[in-house]
């Protein structure tokens, strides 16, 4: 799996989001992971709504390349 985008959400104890490149068939619902800031914890992994070209308030805002480092950690 490869991370294809991560975000940060102020105010919540998971405020990083990875949105993984695996994507279930049947939803259309892609992989995530979260963490906190430091990687101290890792939620498990969960599916969610991800749409590159629309809304992605829902997981906060776009942090870029930090994912790929915090969840090497994980």
Do not use: W
């Not at 975000?7 to 892609?30: H, I, K």
């Not at 809304?55 to 390349?65: P, Q, T």
Request: overall charge negative; proline content about 4%; glycine content about 10%.
């Amino acid at each position: 799996m490869d991370i294809r985008d991560s975000f940060y959400q102020d105010g919540v104890s998971d405020c990083l989001t990875c949105v993984l490149n695996e994507r279930n068939p049947l939803t259309g619902s892609y992989t995530m992971l979260a963490t906190d800031y430091e990687a101290r914890m890792c939620s498990p992994f969960t599916e969610g709504h991800y749409d590159p070209n629309g809304d992605k308030e829902h997981v906060g805002r776009s942090v870029g390349s930090i994912g790929k480092r915090q969840v090497s950690r994980c």
